[in-house]
């Protein structure tokens, strides 16, 4: 049994996590969703490329700050941070390009400078961002401080709060005389989701002064919060499980006694139990409230007015995102890593469908590769817009959404890059590879109703409203993340640090803040793994092509239960993980096969790590596994793709086909490998004919093929393949299409 049980590894919930494993020793469970750690601070992978789902940029972080020293404690120092150009954003319009310089100062006189005779109304726009600070810190002081002082504040809010909690759009119409000032000005409102028009200046305001000194960006990428955070929390006896699915909070007799979840690191995700005298939700207050306690009885009537107050703020916007893996470093092209936001027009207001000519509206432009030190290079680009745009594809399944669906993601995403350019241009010619996300994919990973990214939307009315806080109608049960306090990474990581508050007592942000002053203990060079996690030591190592190997580790502990097909989580150094597919297991002994070709962290690890090299894997992970009701089945490989068939291949029958492809007769696995194949194998091999094979892709086969509605078609290999693939599947009206990307 633990002694917290947290719902959700977004920061916030790796923050309570964090502080209470590290303060008080607590040994935590963190259950998450999604197979990576996280939430909408992971990053994944394609191909030796890495993009940051969530995390663009931080401010705020000067050594010392109040954010920095969280992030240094919860990290235990581990967490390194690169700080972006001087000219972290860029505001790109017809007719104005506007690069935003670090530094109230400097960011007061260029925009004088751009405007003059608006000087005295800017320097009264600074002046008013630093007033709404205060107002929303008085909002802070409700949710931390004892009732006589939160009285207090809110007394004091109500007399300062006109400003603070009219729109965006008024403010600056009633401070500005210029309508490009008003847009200009407004250009980050992507940061926290709302166009001008429904956004409070408060939120507007909270977003400049965060970035005023600058931003930063973690180094090696995002996804080292998550891993920097978890060792803390596994040293104190803790752990972060991810394919948790938690399906229900346990109630008994009005307290929270643990949690219901479907574990989807078993193909079957059967339901287990897990209990705790502490539940913290970083779910989100609508799917804690709405989803996973009763509506009905006793918790339903408890908590059916927060219930309500939360259905009507609505659903937050969500975006089209677009990842790009690029050919060659964009600074080539003159990008210095800062961002960009660049529009059609100076109407942020202006309502675009994804079926207008018209869209994107806007687009916003990150180079995540520039930023944290990747290798190989990437950009992301983002437009916001409501998930009732894809309302005619809600309730289909990741993956085989159709091929309407694919075609329009297709469409989005070159419209989207074709704005881009006109700002930074020669960035189409160094694309290689494109892939897009909807709000139906946020969705499907967050579980966040429309894909919202923000949690409850920042509008006027929520800021007018007494604040959500971390405390429930549930005993034992808190909130954490952005709906506690504010929105973001900042915010979403204080609502972390009220949860963890509340759950050591009274003085908890005391004891909290005085284990920062004295810094976290020291990272232990070894400890015991949390279930699902084994130390590992490499005991075969054997070169099959100049780029694949074969690579075996003994582990220690049990493996259990796994499914051919899954993958497991390789730790390849410096707080960094690879995903790859398990090749066979037996016994103790797990079997992979690892591409060196992109030359990343991953495979400089297998090319460089001698036998007996110690190092931690976990494992089973994915639901890539054979399905049933399948007369007959295609498996569509190429390269190292090959690895999670080969233990699929005991359990075919005499129907099943491989068709694999490589470039060259030296890189054909299927001859270099002592293992079962299906009866029927044909090779496409691209850059040489060869007798036995077929010279060309495998694309160009998968367009020959006979297909019928009884056969399943198995994708995996380089992404660019397996989204070619699924294109002539889904042409040919295919529906059993099975792949996972990762």
């Known amino acids: ?97 506007f690069p935003v310089p670090s530094g109230q100062d400097a960011y007061q006189q260029r925009l004088t400078e751009a405007f003059p005779s608006e000087a005295r109304a800017i320097r009264r726009y600074f002046r008013d961002i630093r007033r709404a600070a205060r107002w929303a810190m008085l909002r802070l002081i409700q949710v931390m401080a ?4 939160a009285s207090v504040a809110r007394g004091l809010q109500r007399i300062t709060g006109r400003m603070a909690t009219r729109t965006t759009q008024d403010y600056l119409k009633r401070r500005f005389r210029s309508p490009r000032l ?158 960009s936001w660049i529009y059609r027009d100076f109407d942020h207001d202006r309502s675009v469908a994804i079926k207008d000519e018209r869209f994107p509206q806007g687009v916003f432009v990150s180079f995540p590769s520039v930023k944290s030190g990747e290798r190989v290079h990437t950009a992301e680009l983002i437009s916001f817009l409501s998930a009732s745009e894809f309302g005619a594809w809600q309730g289909t399944q990741l993956g085989n959404r159709g091929a309407g669906y694919s075609k329009l993601k297709k469409h989005l995403g070159h419209e989207m890059l074709r704005l881009a350019e006109t700002a930074i241009p020669g960035l189409s010619d160094l694309v290689g590879y494109m892939e897009v996300s909807t709000p139906l994919t946020v969705e499907h990973y967050t579980s966040h109703p429309g894909g919202a990214f923000y949690g409850i939307p920042a509008t006027p009315e929520y800021y007018r409203s007494k604040p959500t806080g971390s405390r429930t109608p549930v005993r034992g049960l808190y909130l954490s993340g952005q709906d506690v306090f504010s929105l973001g990474v900042g915010g979403a990581m204080m609502g972390g640090v009220l949860a963890a508050s509340q759950v050591l007592g009274p003085k908890g942000f005391l004891t909290i803040q005085s284990a920062l002053k004295q810094g976290p203990s020291p990272v232990l060079a070894n400890w015991p793994l949390p279930p699902g996690k084994h130390h590992a ?12 190997w074969e690579a075996v ?27 790859y597919s398990i090749a066979g297991i037996d016994g103790d002994q797990v079997r992979f096969l690892i591409s060196t070709r992109t030359g990343g962290q991953g495979s400089r690890f297998v090319e460089e790590a001698p036998v007996g090299a110690r ?61 079962p194949l299906p009866s029927e194998v044909i090779r496409c091999i691209t850059r040489e004919p060869v007798a036995d094979a077929v010279q060309g892709r495998v694309t160009q086969m998968l367009r020959r093929m006979d297909v019928d509605a009884g056969t399943g078609f198995y994708l995996c290999g380089s992404s660019a393949m397996v989204a070619d693939a699924r294109m002539v599947l889904e042409s040919r009206g295919v529906s059993r299409i099975h792949a996972e990307l990762y």
């Not at 996280?38 to 401010?59: C, E, K, N, P, Q």
């Not at 582990?555 to 410096?574: D, I, M, S, T, Y």
Request: aromatic letters at 8%; glycine letters at 14%; a negative charge.
């Open 1 to 97: 049994m633990y002694d917290v049980i947290v719902i959700g590894s977004g920061i916030g919930g790796l923050s309570a996590a964090g502080l209470l494993a590290r303060v008080a020793g607590k040994r935590v469970l963190v259950l998450e969703k999604h197979s990576e750690p996280g939430g909408l601070t992971h990053t994944f992978r394609r191909d030796g490329a890495s993009w940051d789902v969530g995390v663009h940029y931080i401010g705020q972080l000067e050594p010392g700050g109040l954010i920095r020293s969280y992030f240094d404690y919860l990290s235990g120092g581990e967490l390194e941070w690169v700080r972006m150009p001087d000219h972290y954003d860029r505001f790109v319009y017809p007719g104005l390009d």
């Open 146 to 149: 004892p009732h006589p002082v």
């Open 182 to 339: 008003r847009a200009l000005v407004a250009s980050q409102w992507g940061d926290y989701g709302l166009p001008p028009s429904r956004s409070p200046f408060v939120v507007h305001a909270g977003i400049v002064r965060h970035y005023l000194d600058g931003a930063w960006f973690p180094e090696g990428g995002s996804s080292r919060i998550a891993r920097t955070f978890e060792k803390g929390i596994e040293q104190a006896g803790g752990a972060v499980r991810v394919s948790q699915e938690v399906v229900e909070i346990l109630v008994e007799d009005g307290a929270a006694t643990g949690v219901r979840v479907r574990d989807h690191r078993d193909p079957s995700s059967p339901e287990v139990v897990h209990r705790a005298p502490v539940v913290i939700s970083n779910a989100g207050a609508a799917i804690t409230f709405g989803r996973l306690l009763p509506t009905e009885g006793a918790v339903g009537q408890a908590t059916a007015p927060v219930r309500s107050l939360i259905e009507g703020y609505g659903t937050g916007p969500s975006a089209v995102t677009v990842y790009l893996r690029l050919r060659e470093d964009p600074r080539t092209i003159g990008v210095d890593g800062g961002n």
């Open 537 to 548: 030591t490499l005991i075969v190592k054997r070169r099959l092509t100049p780029s694949v």
């Open 553 to 579: 580790f003994r582990v220690e502990g049990e493996v259990g239960k796994w499914a051919p097909g899954q993958f497991a989580r390789l730790h390849v150094g410096n707080h960094a993980w690879r995903d």
């Open 615 to 675: 190092t931690q894997v976990e494992l089973p992970l994915g639901q890539f596994t054979l399905a049933a009701g399948e007369r007959r089945r295609v498996f569509v490989a190429t390269g190292t793709g090959l690895a999670p068939f080969l233990p699929m291949f005991e359990h075919t029958s005499g129907e099943d086909v491989l068709l694999f492809g490589c470039r060259t007769r030296d890189e054909d696995l299927t001859a270099l490998l002592d293992a």
